[in-house]
């Protein structure tokens, strides 16, 4: 699998809270609502900008603070084709997988782009294209290959069964 997007830049220990605002919590429900506030709270550009395939590159422990599941399900519904961070907080980590949210761990990229360029993936390699440079990283195992391919958890689940 390869997408290629372009970046939006952001920096360390962004909360789920900022990728989806507490106050939406119990009041959004509809997937496609919840895309359309992703990231309101920390970056305007992004909730008029954003557009598919686009790519989040960002710092250390994305995704900290709550266990919300909206935070990979907006990102994921507003198109997003991969999060590539120096690190994740550990539940959401796990529920970008979930929702079949392609994610990366690498300490290089930050430092390598800028908000706006365009970058590669090559989920099959393991290897991110960007500013000339080819950076690696573990290519996923079989099971997770499959739960991105196959949309998330609960889709991987019902084609494993024979129900989809």
């Known amino acids: 699998m390869k997408i290629k997007g372009r970046v939006w830049k952001y920096g360390d220990d962004v909360n789920t809270d900022v990728i989806f605002a507490g106050k939406y919590t119990y009041t959004i429900k509809d997937r496609a609502e ?3 506030v992703a990231l309101e709270d920390l970056d305007s550009d992004f909730t008029k900008n954003a557009s598919p395939g686009d790519i989040i590159v960002a710092g250390k422990n ?3 603070g709550s266990s919300r ?5 907006c990102l994921k519904e507003r198109g997003i084709g991969a999060i590539i961070a120096r690190g994740f907080a550990r539940i959401h980590y796990r529920n ?5 949210l392609p994610i990366i761990i690498s300490s290089e990229l930050q430092d390598l782009i800028q908000k706006g360029d365009e970058i590669e993936i090559d989920f099959d390699l393991g290897e991110i294209t960007a500013a000339g440079k080819k950076i690696k990283f573990p290519p996923y195992p079989e099971f997770v290959q ?3 391919n196959d949309g998330g958890l609960i889709p991987h689940v019902k084609k494993s069964l024979g129900l989809a």
Not at 69 to 73: D, G, M, V
Not at 96 to 100: S, Y
């Open 34 to 36: 919840m895309a359309r």
């Open 96 to 100: 970008c997988l979930n929702e079949g």
């Open 146 to 148: 499959g739960l991105v």
């Open 62 to 64: 994305w995704g900290c």
């Open 69 to 73: 599941e909206q935070a990979a399900i």
